[in-house]
C-alpha cells in the first residue's frame, strides 16, 4: 500500500520533506520559528502527497475554527422565499469564501430556538457572528453576547436601555427617507402616504419617524 492509498498524516508529510512532525506542524498552522528553505520542503511534501489538515485537530493548535455563523432572526419560510436574504448571503458568504472561511447559516423559527443558537455558539465552533433581521426586545442579541462570540449586527439593534456596547452596520434609513419626502415635497405633493414594513424592526420604525 503507498502512501497515497489512505489519507496522507503529519508523520508521512515530515517523512517526505526530511523535517519533524512539530515542524510540519507548525508550518501548516501557519506558526513562526521556521526557516524559509523548511517551510518550502514541507510545502512541496504536502502537495505531493495531497495532504489536508485535520480541521479538529488544527482548531486545538490554533484555537480558529475558520467558520462564520450567519444568525437570521426569520423562519426558513421567509429566508428562502425573501430574494433580499439572498442576496445578503451571496455577498456573505463570497467574502467569507475569499478569505477561506465557511459560512453557517443558523435560522430561528420562532422564541424557541433562541437558547439553540445560543448554545451552539457559545460551544466554540465558530469563530464569529453575523446577525441581522432582528426585532425589537429580541432577547437573541443579548444571548449571542453571553455566548462571548464576536459579533457583528446587521442594522441597528433596538437596545431597550442604550447601554450595550455593539458594532453594527445599517443604511441611513432616516436620511433616506427624509429625501425621499423631500423630493415629493419639492414637486409639490402635499399628502404623502407612508407603506411601512414590520415597526418591530428599527429599520422600519426609523424610515417612519
Do not use: C
Not at 33 to 59: K, T, W
Not at 140 to 167: C, E, H, K, N, Y
Amino acid at each position: 500500500m503507498t502512501e497515497t492509498a489512505s489519507r496522507p498524516t503529519l508523520e508521512a508529510v515530515a517523512a517526505r520533506a526530511g523535517v519533524s512532525r512539530a515542524t510540519v506542524s507548525r508550518v501548516v498552522n501557519g506558526g513562526d520559528g521556521v526557516r524559509e528553505p523548511l517551510v518550502e520542503r514541507v510545502r512541496q511534501a504536502v502537495e505531493e502527497l495531497g495532504y489536508v489538515p485535520n480541521q479538529a485537530a488544527r482548531s486545538l493548535v490554533t484555537k480558529r475554527h475558520d467558520a462564520i455563523a450567519v444568525v437570521i432572526a426569520e423562519p426558513e419560510t421567509r429566508v428562502f422565499a425573501d430574494p433580499f436574504f439572498a442576496l445578503q448571503l451571496r455577498g456573505i458568504s463570497k467574502e467569507l469564501t475569499a478569505h477561506d472561511n465557511q459560512l453557517v447559516l443558523l435560522l430561528t423559527e420562532g422564541r424557541d430556538d433562541h437558547a439553540r443558537v445560543a448554545r451552539y455558539l457559545a460551544g466554540g465552533h465558530v469563530d464569529g457572528a453575523l446577525v441581522f433581521s432582528l426585532h425589537l426586545h429580541d432577547p437573541l442579541p443579548g444571548l449571542i453576547q453571553g455566548a462571548g462570540v464576536p459579533t457583528v449586527f446587521g442594522g441597528r439593534p433596538g437596545w431597550s436601555d442604550g447601554t450595550r456596547d455593539v458594532v453594527y452596520v445599517d443604511s441611513d434609513n432616516r436620511g433616506g427617507a427624509r429625501e425621499a419626502v423631500r423630493l415629493l415635497a419639492g414637486l409639490g405633493r402635499t399628502r404623502i402616504a407612508h407603506i411601512t414594513g414590520p415597526l418591530d424592526q428599527t429599520s422600519a420604525a426609523d424610515r417612519l419617524d
